[in-house]
């Protein structure tokens, strides 16, 4: 069953409409840039700028949707997922991108690593003239694996990680997922043989040498990702790896991204105070 978990939000009050209209004096947006030279729609960006700032830290955000699901207008017009964060991150002075990246079947691991490579090129040959500073990735779900993946396969590109509800451990989600679901995406995209999903798995890496991330879990997420987080707490204790982890007071795994921008967003304050941390 391919129907994802923002299902839901048509049926709440709590998601509002997208309402770009009264932040315009404060973000600058621009849409549809595309990353790559090509017409593909998948390797577009939109980019969100603080106004009046001539130098800023940058995030690139990466979505989630299980690999294969969304883009970065996904709902945009019921709950402005993904606008808001581009606008939430732009209004405290730090430049967001909201990237769109090849999906499966399409592209596979390797091929989706190498969008958000893609990405992180082209917004340092565009830091002067948009005045990125040092980049961050940010990236929930199946995005937060990318984005950690990414740090370990090129460590010096980035200044750090935002993981929300990430992806860990691939082997432990195929045993807490539903047949149907490993038929048509984990066997495919990561292979039949489970001893092998650790290299795909970012809990694998986790050594001194990592780069310091911070990871944010709903108190109310999937039992598997609430699983993965007290799997990563004690791998960071026994590893010694930078990190710190944060779980979320009543939040579930759509409100990480579904809550931004909203009155009592809890995301938003720990994000601008881990870059602030990070730039010392």
């Given at each position: 069953m391919k129907i994802t978990f923002f299902v839901f939000c048509f049926t709440f009050i709590s998601c509002h409409s997208f309402d770009y209209s009264s932040v315009k004096e404060q973000v600058n947006r621009i849409e549809n840039i595309f990353?790559?030279?090509?017409?593909?729609?998948?390797?577009?960006?939109?980019?969100?700028?603080?106004?009046?700032?001539?130098?800023?830290?940058?995030?690139?955000?990466?979505?989630?949707?299980?690999?294969?699901?969304?883009?970065?207008?996904?709902?945009?017009?019921?709950?402005?997922?993904?606008?808001?964060?581009?606008?939430?991150?732009?209004?405290?002075?730090?430049?967001?991108?909201?990237?769109?990246?090849?999906?499966?079947?399409?592209?596979?691991l390797d091929g989706q690593l190498n969008d958000i490579a893609s990405v992180i090129e082209w917004a340092n040959k565009n830091s002067l003239k948009y005045g990125f500073e040092d980049v961050y990735l940010m990236g929930h779900s199946a995005g937060g694996h990318l984005a950690i993946m990414h740090s370990i396969q090129k460590p010096n590109?980035?200044?750090?990680?935002?993981?929300?509800?990430?992806?860990?451990?691939?082997?432990?989600?195929?045993?807490?997922?539903?047949?149907?679901?490993?038929?048509?995406?984990?066997?495919?995209?990561?292979?039949?043989d489970t001893n092998e999903y650790s290299k795909s798995s970012p809990i694998t890496y986790l050594d001194n040498k990592s780069l310091d991330t911070l990871y944010l879990f709903g108190e109310k997420d999937y039992a598997f990702a609430i699983d993965q987080s007290k799997m990563l707490m004690e791998k960071l204790t026994k590893s010694k790896a930078k990190g710190e982890v944060k779980i979320i007071p009543s939040y579930d795994h759509a409100d990480m991204v579904l809550q931004i921008n909203k009155e009592g967003d809890r995301i938003i304050p720990l994000v601008q105070s881990y870059i602030l941390r990070m730039r010392k």
């Open positions: 990353y790559v030279n090509d017409s593909n729609p998948k390797h577009s960006l939109d980019l969100f700028l603080p106004s009046g700032k001539k130098s800023f830290p940058l995030v690139i955000f990466i979505h989630g949707g299980f690999w294969r699901n969304q883009d970065k207008t996904y709902l945009r017009a019921f709950t402005g997922l993904y606008h808001n964060i581009g606008i939430a991150l732009a209004k405290k002075g730090i430049g967001c991108i909201i990237t769109n990246y090849r999906l499966f079947p399409e592209a596979k590109t980035v200044k750090g990680i935002i993981a929300l509800s990430p992806i860990l451990d691939i082997a432990h989600m195929r045993e807490n997922k539903e047949d149907d679901f490993n038929r048509e995406l984990t066997i495919p995209m990561f292979g039949a």
